[in-house]
């Protein structure tokens, strides 16, 4: 699957290794995810690469436990989804609108507040499910 920020800036390419029937879509229920209505997915056998045209232009938020950095195109407003360093490597958590086909991926939407776990258990938690990530960037 294919996709990216409307401007083209930040272009994405999105590998699962399952049927789309097998996926459920995560809806965190922050302020940030709830406010741009964010539906995110991840495979934990995929692998999710990030291509960056113009990275002085990619703000990269933190919030909470500032363990991730959710990529915003600055000139579009365009969210690609999350990237985090995590005990079993880089990964990534995917925003489903940003794929040319996400909103067909699938139709299985479960909510999620991650308020409660520590630092250590959010890490694990996305080294075990989040996907794998490349970053390239350009220029």
Do not use: H
């Amino acid at each position: 699957m294919i996709g990216g920020c409307r401007c083209g800036n930040i272009s994405v390419e999105l590998t699962l290794t399952q049927a789309p029937e097998a996926y459920t879509a995560r809806r965190c229920l922050c302020s940030f995810c709830t406010e741009r209505a964010v539906l995110y997915v991840s495979d934990p056998n995929g692998l999710y690469q990030i291509t960056i045209a113009d990275d002085a232009v990619v703000e990269r938020k933190r919030f909470g436990t500032q363990t991730a950095d959710f990529m915003v195109c600055g000139k579009c407003d365009g969210f690609i989804g999350a990237v985090c360093d995590t005990p079993t490597g880089r990964r990534a958590v995917v925003n489903l609108k940003c794929l040319s086909e996400g909103n067909t991926l699938t139709t299985k939407i479960q909510d999620f507040d991650y308020d409660a776990e520590t630092v250590e258990q959010r890490l694990a938690r996305r080294g075990r499910n989040w996907t794998p990530v490349a970053v390239t960037i350009k220029g």
